[in-house]
Nanobody, 128 residues
């Protein structure tokens, strides 16, 4: 199971910005739709954003539309999550996930079992 490596979490004031990054082994990254989930204590891990293998299709949860942007650099095997206008309710552990797909499969499952590869998680804390 390929391990994804996340970075970029931290503490930020409400209204501020953070950028998360997630790097995967090239063999995994090039074949995968990528996504970011987040989880708070006592709650289920939820899908926040996703991006297709080509980068042409993206998905955003309603709660982050207009504030978060997902992108990927296939030359660096890295996916990014730019988070702007952060709110206290964005505080969570953010997880990177990869789902190997065919090029035409751009479905962003919320079912965690659909994603074979996960990062260890990075804490994002937004102070109000």
């Amino acid at each position: 199971q390929a391990q994804l490596a996340e970075s970029g979490g931290g503490l930020v004031q409400a209204g501020g910005s953070l950028r998360l990054a997630c790097t995967a082994p090239s063999r995994t990254f090039g074949r995968s739709l990528m996504a970011w989930f987040r989880q708070t204590p006592g709650n289920e891990r939820e899908l926040v954003v996703g991006i297709s293998r080509s980068g042409s299709v993206t998905h955003y949860a309603d709660s982050v539309k207009g504030r978060f942007t997902i992108s990927r650099d296939n030359t660096k095997n890295t996916v990014y999550l730019q988070m702007n206008s952060l709110k206290a309710e964005d505080t969570a552990v953010y997880y990177c996930a990869a789902r190997q797909t065919i090029l035409t499969d751009n479905y962003f499952y919320t079912d965690l079992s659909r994603y074979a590869h996960w990062g260890q998680g990075t804490q994002v804390t937004v102070s109000s």
